[in-house]
Structures are given as structure tokens and as C-alpha cells.
């Protein structure tokens, strides 16, 4: 191989592996910033698990499913009836907990871990605030009717 193939082939793989590199770090920059952002901002993206639809508002969701999914409760506020059982299921790769907050009786799941499912059944009427203790800036609200 002449001494300017050998060149060429040496700076390709110097530029592939930078390549790489950039990557890695752009990947593991973009998992502290979306860290940081959920600590943050605490305006999280509401959508029923049913319907899968987008919504800006913050009225609860008639649903006894929430979903952990890109550190958040989605929805993040629920409305169910008293006796009812709410699921959450863990679709995040990190574990997470589903913790009451307010100091009334409410969900206290431990670690939930990626694609773990937590149940809780709601016998009182009010509502009943939680966040997950690992990650406080992920909270949600459940209210429940009579």
C-alpha cells in the first residue's frame, strides 16, 4: 500500500472515531440536559394513554392509567372515581417511584422499574397529590369524586 493510501486510511479512521465520539457526548449531554430540564420546568406534556392525544391543559384526565414515559406522569392529573384503582406503568428506562406528597393516604410504590406497573386504589374523595422521590420535579395529581 503506498505511504498515501496508508494516509488516507488513517485519517478515515481518525474521522470515524471522532465521529463517534461526538456522538457519545452529544448523547450523553442531551441525557443531562433532559435531566436538568425535567428538575426545571415544571410544565409537563399531558396525554391520555387511551387517546394519545397532546393537551396544554392541566384539567385532569378522566383515566384510572398513567404512563412514566420521558420523566413526567402523563397524564400528569387524573379524575376517578372513589373505589377506583389507578395503574402506573413504568415506560421510562430509568426506574422511578410513585409517591404521595400532601401527607394524606396515598400511593407509595418504591422503586418502579422500567416496565414495572404500581397500583393504588383510591377510597376517599379529595385530591391526592403525588411525585415520584427520585426525580422530585415529576409530580401528578389524582382527584377523586364521589
Known amino acids: 500500500m503506498s505511504k498515501s493510501a496508508t494516509i488516507g486510511v488513517v485519517v478515515f479512521v481518525l474521522i470515524v472515531l471522532a465521529?463517534?465520539?461526538v456522538l457519545l457526548a452529544k448523547h450523553h449531554?442531551?441525557?443531562s440536559t433532559a435531566s436538568t430540564n425535567s428538575t426545571s420546568n415544571m410544565n409537563m406534556n399531558n396525554h391520555s394513554t387511551s387517546?394519545?392525544?397532546n393537551s396544554s391543559s392541566s384539567a385532569p384526565t378522566a383515566t384510572d392509567m398513567v404512563t412514566i414515559k420521558d420523566m413526567a406522569f402523563s397524564p400528569a392529573s387524573i379524575t376517578v372515581?372513589?373505589?377506583t384503582t389507578v395503574t402506573w406503568t413504568n415506560n421510562d428506562a430509568i426506574a422511578h417511584t410513585v409517591t404521595e406528597t400532601d401527607g394524606q393516604t396515598g400511593p407509595?410504590?418504591?422503586d418502579l422499574a422500567?416496565?414495572?406497573t404500581y397500583t393504588f386504589t383510591y377510597n376517599t374523595a379529595?385530591?391526592?397529590k403525588y411525585h415520584c422521590s427520585i426525580h422530585p420535579s415529576m409530580t401528578g395529581t389524582v382527584t377523586v369524586t364521589e
Open 19 to 21: 465521529g463517534g465520539g
Open 29 to 31: 449531554s442531551n441525557n
Open 51 to 53: 387517546s394519545q392525544s
Open 81 to 83: 372515581k372513589k373505589g
Open 108 to 110: 407509595n410504590s418504591g
Open 114 to 116: 422500567p416496565g414495572k
Open 126 to 128: 379529595g385530591t391526592f
